[in-house]
C-alpha cells in the first residue's frame, strides 16, 4: 500500500488477503476469502476510499448481493 493517500477498499482488501491473510488461514479458507473479496466484496465496495468508508455503502452493498441471492452467511 503506497503511503499518504487512503487506499481504497480494494486495494485493502487485495493487500490484506495476500499479505495478512496468507500467513494465518489455511488453505481452502483463504481461497474461499480470495473469492468472496474478488467476486463480491471489490464490486460493490472496493471503489470507495477506507476512510470515507460508511454504513450506507455496507448496507446497500450487503442489500445488493442478497438480491443477487446470495446468503447472509456468504
Known amino acids: 500500500l503506497a503511503s499518504g493517500r487512503a487506499p481504497t477498499v480494494a486495494s485493502w482488501l487485495t493487500h490484506w488477503h495476500e499479505t495478512i491473510a496468507v500467513t494465518r488461514l489455511r488453505p481452502k479458507t483463504y481461497e474461499n476469502y480470495g473469492?468472496?473479496?474478488?467476486?463480491?466484496?471489490?464490486?460493490?465496495?472496493?471503489?470507495?476510499?477506507?476512510?470515507?468508508?460508511?454504513?450506507?455503502?455496507?448496507e446497500a452493498a450487503w442489500r445488493a448481493l442478497a438480491d443477487e441471492g446470495l446468503s447472509p452467511a456468504t
Open 35 to 58: 473469492s468472496n473479496i474478488r467476486n463480491h466484496l471489490i464490486p460493490h465496495l472496493g471503489h470507495h476510499r477506507l476512510d470515507r468508508l460508511q454504513p450506507e455503502h455496507v
